[in-house]
């Protein structure tokens, strides 16, 4: 990912793509799918994973995007930064605002990152893949009309 400036160009990718029922060429066309990360770059590595975006990126350029976007049908809030920033009222963790995601849903769902990094996290939360992935899979099919 890093090489190509592609988001997403890696196995963290693959997963994300296979949770929404999505090959490359959809995921990648920018009238059907945007993708706008928390930080316009990449902060570098810490000790577990990437370190935190910048804290004063968001919110200087993420709101005038997602408002020149228009109408989104609905949000991917992936991983904890994202989680942190769109919904700050979700304060006791990652895994507990994804439990929640009915709360949020139809319009924002909150989801971990896809990483390799989190195949811990999958393997304890086997729920996520059983419950959420398909009910978000068919959201994704509906708004882009497969």
């Not at 920018?30 to 770059?41: D, S």
């Amino acid at each position: 990912m890093h090489e190509t400036g592609i988001p997403f160009n890696d196995a963290s990718g693959d997963r994300l793509r296979a949770w929404l029922g999505l090959g490359k060429d959809e995921f990648y066309d920018p009238k059907r799918v945007a993708i706008l990360p928390m930080g316009l770059c990449y902060p570098g590595r810490g000790k577990s994973g990437d370190l935190p975006h910048r804290p004063e990126c968001a919110p200087r350029w993420r709101a005038p995007l997602l408002r020149i976007l228009g109408r989104l049908r609905i949000t991917l809030v992936i991983g904890q930064y994202a989680l942190a920033y769109h919904l700050p009222e979700e304060r006791s963790g990652l895994t507990r605002a994804v439990e929640s995601w009915r709360r949020h849903w139809p319009a924002v769902v909150p989801l971990p990152h896809p990483s390799p990094a989190n195949n811990r996290w999958f393997a304890r939360n086997r729920w996520f893949e059983a419950e959420l992935v398909p009910v978000l899979r068919a959201r994704i099919a509906g708004i882009l009309g497969q």
